[in-house]
């Protein structure tokens, strides 16, 4: 099962930030949280990661709590290719079968002009 | 460029057939997966391998086979002891050395008429 908890979907205004909040309260000390986004009939893209600190790159910023049992994804400006099913994951970042993703249904993000 | 290719992109299948769809990646990754998708649903592990010669058994597996007989390609044939193989077929590959994400193939959409 998926150990991530995301809301079913969610919309933004173009030109806009888009908050996506995942929770994962049972995430362990070695274990990464993982975005990745798949638009419709496409293989899922690689979006970014974290274990502890916040992290930044082209694409968004992954905000995760003290606490690490939540985070929130940051697409900064939302645009409509924005549009996208995103998946939040937490696995472990090396080897063996623990580093498999166990994807959950994800949180739907529909951009609109 | 480096990347994951998936082929065909779309199959049609008659019952009682078996199917073989392609995966090669020239990322030199060392492990390999095999996802299905049903509609409005995540993605559900078939089989994975880490290692040339060698793969395992992932959540439905069941009706699936596999070989990984060089690193760059990961074939999945769908034989007819699967009951319901109509789905969208993700692979994806990944170094098993560090916290890198996964790189996903474009998909292969299998109908059975």
């Known amino acids: 099962d998926a150990k991530t908890t995301q809301p079913p979907s969610m919309d933004c205004a173009e030109g806009r930030a888009a908050n996506l909040p995942c929770n994962h309260s049972?995430?362990?000390?070695?274990?990464?949280v993982y975005w990745y986004r798949q638009i419709h009939s496409q293989g899922p893209q690689y979006i970014i990661h974290g274990l502890k600190n916040n992290e930044t790159n082209e694409m968004a910023s992954l905000i995760i709590t003290e606490d690490r049992k939540s985070s929130t994804l940051i697409l900064p400006h939302a645009t409509l290719r924005d549009t996208a099913v995103y998946y939040c994951?937490?696995?472990?970042?090396?080897?063996?079968?623990?580093?498999?993703?166990?994807f959950g249904k994800g949180t739907k993000l529909s951009v609109k002009p | 460029d480096g990347g994951i290719t998936q082929s065909p992109k779309y199959l049609f299948r008659k019952e009682g057939q078996n199917v073989t769809l392609s995966c090669e990646q020239n990322?030199?990754?060392?492990?390999m997966y095999w996802y299905r998708q049903d509609p409005g649903q995540g993605l559900r592990l078939i089989y994975y391998?880490?290692?040339?010669?060698?793969?395992q058994k992932g959540d439905i597996a069941e009706g699936y086979s596999v070989s990984r007989e060089k690193k760059e390609s990961f074939p999945l044939t769908v034989t007819s002891a699967q009951k319901n193989p109509t789905a969208f077929y993700l692979c994806?590959?990944?170094?098993?050395?560090?916290?890198?994400?996964?790189?996903f193939g474009s998909g292969t959409r299998l109908t059975v008429v």
């Open positions: 049972t995430i362990s000390g070695n274990e990464y």
């Open positions: 994806a590959s990944r170094m098993t050395r560090g916290s890198y994400g996964y790189t």
């Open positions: 994951i937490v696995r472990e970042g090396y080897g063996g079968s623990q580093g498999n993703l166990i």
């Open positions: 391998s880490q290692i040339v010669n060698d793969f």
């Open positions: 990322l030199n990754h060392d492990a």
